[in-house]
Structures are given as C-alpha cells and as structure tokens.
C-alpha cells in the first residue's frame, strides 16, 4: 500500500468514521465544524470519543472531497 493511500478508521462505539488520506483536499471542514473531534496537529487526529454521534455524521457529510465517510456500528 502506498503511503499516499491510506485508509484509517476511528470509532465512538456508535458510529465509525473512515478517513481516506487519498482523496483529502485539506478543505479543513472537519476541523471547522468539529475541532473537538478533528485535531490536525495531534496523532491520533481524529478523537470521536469526543463528540455525539449526531454531530460526528453532521461534520462528515460536511466533507466537500469525500476523504471522509462513516458507518453506524452494528
């Protein structure tokens, strides 16, 4: 796998996040809307412990590139 083709998962329990590093734009969206989750400057940087599910999937359907998406856990 190239390095520029990573794809990483973050899960709350409730919900997942997926995060493809590929199709990121660097847009900061995420980050805009949900800087208590998406933390650019820390590893790791994505912390969904630390938000509701409800606004985790408000902030991704957000993403203008589709570098992120989720998934309700089963």
Known sequence: MEANDLTK????GEVT????NSLCKHAAECVK???N???P???PWIVPEN???EAII???KKCPS?????????
């Open 9 to 12: 998962e973050y899960s709350n």
């Open 17 to 20: 996040i997926v995060w493809k």
């Open 33 to 35: 809307n949900n800087s």
């Open 37 to 39: 989750v998406f933390k």
């Open 41 to 43: 400057k820390e590893k």
């Open 51 to 53: 938000s509701t599910t």
């Open 58 to 60: 408000s902030t991704v």
């Open 66 to 74: 589709g570098a992120l998406t989720y998934y309700i856990n089963e």
